[in-house]
């Protein structure tokens, strides 16, 4: 049977020339013989503890800030999982590997099968050009990475960023899931889409 294991990794993230501490959130979801991995922040070791003896089929990247993928080709080196990313985010990636390319492209509605659970991709621009969330449905859960935290939308004060398009992107893509789906974030605690679908009106005014 399916089921969710998480890790919180420790380092920084850098962009726009600036650095800051962060604590990420790894999501790997499986189950006791293979699984995915939702990014890959700061510390293989950390993921691989996780992640035990299972097969990894994939590394999946909700978006490529840094503190995402920093070492996301390290672990598919040790695993042998492909780093699978949206074709959009090519130009933050680049960033942080610019002689390394993600394996694969990940697509607005694609469904990656993993120990009997499927994970449908959502392609919710706004934090990130190639920003995605995956969702669960038989195991009411999405992974948001820095879309949508408990108590509102992601940063979007930086570079390849903006308000208007997040708040959109929450609006049509994750709210619409039913009310108790339970939200994993990127960063911090998780909620549910019902906790934060009344904040939805106060979000759109500070869009206009």
Request: aromatic share 6%; glycine share 10%; charged share 20%.
């Amino acid at each position: 049977m399916a089921h969710i294991d998480h890790a919180v990794t420790v380092g920084t993230f850098s962009l726009d020339n600036e650095t800051f501490d962060v604590d990420n959130n790894v999501w790997v979801v499986g189950d006791d013989l293979e699984c995915v991995v939702i990014d890959a922040p700061h510390n293989v070791e950390a993921i691989l503890d996780v992640v035990g003896n299972r097969t990894v089929k994939a590394i999946l990247v909700t978006h490529a800030h840094d503190d995402h993928i920093r070492v996301a080709p390290e672990l598919s080196r040790a695993t042998g999982a492909p780093v699978l990313m949206h074709p959009d985010d090519m130009v933050l990636w680049r960033h942080t590997h610019p002689e390394v390319d993600p394996d694969g492209e990940l697509a607005d509605k694609q469904v990656i099968a993993v120990g009997g659970t499927e994970l449908h991709v959502l392609h919710t621009p706004g934090h990130a050009p190639g920003a995605v969330c995956f969702y669960s449905p038989d195991m009411g859960a999405v992974f948001t990475g820095d879309t949508l935290f408990q108590g509102g939308p992601g940063a979007t004060g930086r570079s390849y960023s903006n308000y208007g398009t997040i708040v959109e992107s929450i609006a049509d893509r994750l709210l619409t899931l039913p009310p108790e789906t339970l939200v994993h974030t990127g960063h911090g605690e998780s909620t549910t889409i019902g906790d934060e679908s009344p904040q939805l009106d106060e979000w759109r005014s500070r869009a206009s």
